[in-house]
Nanobody, 117 residues
Framework: QVQLVESGGGLVQPGGSLRLSCAAS????????MSWYRQAPGKQRELVAA???????NYTSSVKGRFAISRHSAKNTVHLQMDSLKPEDTAVYYC???????????WGQGTQVTVSS
């Protein structure tokens, strides 16, 4: 059974930081590309950051320089460090695991991030 379990969301003031974590089980973690998506109320889900199996990263332009994605294969986890948070970062953040080779795509249940004073 595949599980992606996110944690670390919450309420933070503008300019603050949060660190999201996603623990994966039931997959061969090392071969999956891992990503963080977010969905704000009334908006489409968007890709925030991604890291390939070999560690290459990419970010949506609005978070470059503020967010950092990392993965730890020994613990089957992926993290999203979010600094200098803005109210527009408020959304539900979802962890995603994708293997093009295996044609598999999995989602976590999401964790709420609210940036507000």
């Amino acid at each position: 059974q595949v599980q992606l379990v996110e944690s670390g969301g919450g309420l933070v003031q503008p300019g603050g930081s949060l660190r999201l974590s996603c623990a994966a089980s039931g997959i061969e973690f090392r071969i999956y590309a891992m990503s963080w998506y977010r969905q704000a109320p009334g908006k489409q889900r968007e890709l925030v950051a991604a890291i390939t199996s070999d560690g290459s990263t990419n970010y949506t332009s609005s978070v470059k320089g503020r967010f950092a994605i990392s993965r730890h294969s020994a613990k089957n986890t992926v993290h999203l460090q979010m600094d200098s948070l803005k109210p527009e970062d408020t959304a539900v953040y979802y962890c995603n695991a994708q293997s093009l080779q295996l044609k598999r795509n999995y989602w976590g249940q999401g964790t709420q991030v609210t940036v507000s004073s």
